[in-house]
T-cell receptor, first 111, second 110 residues
Framework: DAKTTQPNSMESNEEEPVHLPCNHS???????IHWYRQLPSQGPEYVIH???SNVNNRMASLAIAEDRKSSTLILHRATLRDAAVYYC????????????FGGGTRLMVKP | SQTIHQWPATLVQPVGSPLSLECTVE??????LYWYRQAAGRGLQLLFY??????ISSEVPQNLSASRPQDRQFILSSKKLLLSDSGFYLC?????????FGQGTRLTVV
């Protein structure tokens, strides 16, 4: 399975943008890039996903490198409620929708 | 809309006792269902997944088992719990692109 690499932790100030990086140099052509986040003592929740083009939704933006070997999750204005572990996951198109989680990035937001 | 129910929220069980965690999904048909476990301070580990009634795939060998007696019901069981079975157990379902997780069961084996 293709693997992802994320920093263990990051800090941000409240109301500032946050860029969470993810490296996936062994990504295959049919792998979708998914982002989930897990708030303390809760199950993960879907944030965003994409294949090749950049994506925007109400929660975040996903910027995908042209060679698809890296991506960046962008939170435009961090709030204290965004403090969570963010997981970057590659999901093969034919994997039965299995999600294999790595270590993720723990985002800390300072007031 | 679709919802996922997982219970109980917390559970304390003695070593050697049996376990049964239940998960049900509403508002969808023939979902893919998953059981994950998260040990304290660790990432999520996929334990079992199911693409249909009676179809279970195990990702990690252990003393746990899973069953899917109905389309939208997924059960995680153990005949004899170990201390190492303690953790946060999460049920999830998916159809096409994204997965939806339950609120989890925090299991402490004492």
């Amino acid at each position: 399975d293709a693997k992802t690499t994320q920093p263990n932790s990051m800090e941000s100030n409240e109301e500032e943008p946050v860029h969470l990086p993810c490296n996936h140099s062994t990504i295959s052509g049919t792998d979708y890039i998914h982002w989930y986040r897990q708030l303390p003592s809760q199950g993960p929740e879907y944030v965003i996903h994409g294949l090749t083009s950049n994506v925007n939704n109400r929660m975040a933006s996903l910027a995908i490198a042209e060679d698809r070997k890296s991506s960046t999750l962008i939170l435009h204005r961090a709030t204290l409620r965004d403090a969570a572990v963010y997981y970057c996951i590659l999901r093969p198109a034919n994997a039965g929708n299995m999600l294999t989680f790595g270590g993720g990035t723990r985002l800390m937001v300072k007031p | 809309s679709q919802t996922i129910h997982q219970w109980p929220a917390t559970l304390v069980q003695p070593v050697g006792s049996p376990l049964s965690l239940e998960c049900t999904v509403e508002g969808t048909s023939n979902p893919n269902l998953y059981w994950y476990r998260q040990a304290a301070g660790r990432g999520l580990q996929l334990l079992f997944y199911s693409v249909g009634i009676g179809q279970i795939s195990s990702e990690v060998p252990q003393n746990l088992s899973a069953s899917r007696p109905q389309d939208r019901q997924f059960i995680l069981s153990s005949k004899k719990l170990l201390l190492s079975d303690s953790g946060f157990y999460l049920c999830a379902w998916s159809l096409r692109t994204r997965a939806f997780f339950g609120q989890g069961t925090r299991l402490t084996v004492v």
